[in-house]
């Protein structure tokens, strides 16, 4: 059983930073890839950065030279630094890893964390 959990979302005013983490438990053999999706009332799910196995990076526009992405030393942690935060930024994160375990490959999704920014 493979299970992805975040923390680190919170309430923050405009132009403040937080910290998200994501950490991946369980039968895993091997991770390709691990992102950083948010989705608010209405709208689709969308990716806003994404770290593959080999340290390449993807960011949304909208988050470029504000949000960064990374893996921790332990490879199944994802950190999303988010700073200059903007009342748009707010949204439910969601954590979601490409990962091979014993059974199969396939994508997982954490539960979500809720980030919201004041103006």
Do not use: H
């Amino acid at each position: 059983q493979v299970q992805l959990v975040e923390s680190g979302g919170g309430l923050v005013q405009a132009g403040g930073s937080l910290r998200l983490s994501c950490v991946a438990s369980g039968s895993i053999i091997s991770i390709n890839a691990m992102g950083w999706y948010r989705q608010v009332p209405g709208k689709q799910r969308e990716l806003v950065a994404r770290i593959a196995s080999g340290g390449a990076t993807y960011y949304a526009d909208d988050v470029k030279g504000r949000f960064t992405i990374s893996r921790g030393n332990a490879r199944n942690t994802v950190y999303l630094q988010m700073n200059s935060l903007k009342p748009e930024d707010t949204a439910v994160y969601y954590c979601n890893a490409d990962l091979r375990s014993p059974s199969n490959t396939r994508i997982y999704w954490g539960q979500g964390t809720q980030v919201t920014v004041s103006s």
